[in-house]
Nanobody, 119 residues
Framework: QVQLVESGGGLVQPGESLRLSCAASGSFSSINDMNWYRQAPGKERESVATITSEGKENYAESVKDRFTISRDNAKNMVYLQMNSLKVEDTARYYC?????????????WGQGTQVTVSP
């Protein structure tokens, strides 16, 4: 089995920064894409950022130039550096990893970490 655990969320004021982390543990051979999603109350879950196994990054327009995704393959971790946070960034943030295990690729999700941006 594979488990993902996020950390780093919290309450901040507009303009401040947070860094989210997500660690994968368990038995697997490799991790392909790593993603961050978010879901605000009453809204659908949306993709925030993706980083491929080759290190190619992709961002939602709403966070481009403010958020940076990175990964540490040796530690099986993905990070999301969030700068210049806005009230509208308030949401529960989830990491997702596409994990290769026993010749199959499966998406795994973390339980989420809350980010609240409030004056």
């Amino acid at each position: 089995q594979v488990q993902l655990v996020e950390s780093g969320g919290g309450l901040v004021q507009p303009g401040e920064s947070l860094r989210l982390s997500c660690a994968a543990s368990g038995s697997f051979s490799s991790i392909n894409d790593m993603n961050w999603y978010r879901q605000a109350p009453g809204k659908e879950r949306e993709s925030v950022a993706t980083i491929t196994s080759e290190g190619k990054e992709n961002y939602a327009e709403s966070v481009k130039d403010r958020f940076t995704i990175s990964r540490d393959n040796a530690k099986n971790m993905v990070y999301l550096q969030m700068n210049s946070l806005k009230v509208e960034d308030t949401a529960r943030y989830y990491c997702k990893m596409n994990v290769e295990r026993l010749f199959f690729r499966t998406d795994y999700w973390g339980q989420g970490t809350q980010v609240t941006v409030s004056p």
